[in-house]
Every structure is written in structure tokens, then in C-alpha cells.
């Protein structure tokens, strides 16, 4: 997987992770969908991934496990068909690559320093500041929000998010090349006690270090 489709990832879940709030908002969806990110504090759960070109065809499959505690961190493990870990503290980015044996760590202001402000802070004061925010039909799916960057050099055109009984089932992401990541999750616990270590790599040894 490459660094860019990292970035992305990353992009949407410190967007999940943040506590946002659409005050002054009077569109239905954007209070909508502020109200049931709200209540995730963390989460937990198994995922099944697919990449397609922009002619439908998939092009790659993965499946893994994640892990998100409020305000900005991210645990994303890929297990098939590589082994890679994604880990931040809110601070550092690390990216651990088992097959290649190569760390590389970043710090997180400087790996997303294009994407819109609120996708960064833990108390964005209006979303539809940086997004335009849709309720997206789906005659399979209860609830469906898009969001579209207001900001053109956003890496994404768009990402979708799936509720159904207020539970996080799937998201979608439309990236500027064409390219559909589809992700669905399953074995969901919303607010599980997690251990600040869960977010932080200790680096193995015998490994390479890139620091960029």
C-alpha cells in the first residue's frame, strides 16, 4: 500500500476521531451525523477492505483490525495480505512495515499539513466550514452521510459513512485519482477501555528507521 493511500486513512479517522460540533448549522444532515460521531469516545473492531479502479474493477483486498481513542488516535493493522501497522499518538506517525522490516516515522502536523484545520483539533466549531454535508440515498443502508471537501487540493472527493442502528457498518472513500477504497466493518465495541500504549510503536530491533 502506498504512503498517499496511509495519508488518506488517516485524513478520514482523525476526522471521525475529532469531537465535532455544527453549531449555528441549520441543515438536518450535518447535525445528523455530528450527533452519532459524538458518541464515539473509542472504538474497536475487525474490517474487510476493497480498492477498485475507476473502471470498477477491484485491484486490491485486505482485511485487519483497528482501534480509535478520542481525540487523535489511530491504530489501523493490516494483516492480509501484508503485514503493516499504522500507529499514531495524536503527535507521531509511525508506519511499520513487517514484510520490508522498515519504520517509517513522521510527525502528524507535517503528514497532513494540506488537509482542512478541522480535521486536526478535537473541537472543529463547524464542519460545513470545511465540508459540504449530505444525507446519501441507500435503499440498503438506514443512514448515509457524505462529505465533500470544500477545499480543492483535499486528497479525497468525497467519503461516505454508513450507520445502521447508530453503528458505524462501512465507509467509502472517493480519492482524486478515481480510485473507490470500500471498508466494512464488523465485531464493533463502541467505548472500550483502551491503554494510551495501544497508540504508541516500540520499534523493534533489526528494523530500518526512515524519518521524514
Known sequence: ???RYYGIILIVFLFFASRLYAAGSTEAPAHQLTDLLNQYQSMTAHFSQSVYDPKGRVVQNSNGSMALLRPQSLRWQTQKPT??????DGKTLWIYDKDLQQVTISQLLKKTGTTPAMLMTTSASDIQDSYEVSAY???KTEQVFQLTPKNKQ??????RFFFENKQLIKMQIHDNIGQLT?????QLKINPSLPKSLFHLTIPKDVDIVKE
Open 182 to 186: 470500500s471498508i466494512d466493518f464488523s
Open 83 to 88: 503485514d503493516q501497522l499504522i500507529l499514531t
Open 154 to 159: 483535499a486528497d479525497f472527493e468525497w467519503v
Open 1 to 3: 500500500m502506498t504512503k
Open 137 to 139: 440515498p441507500s435503499p
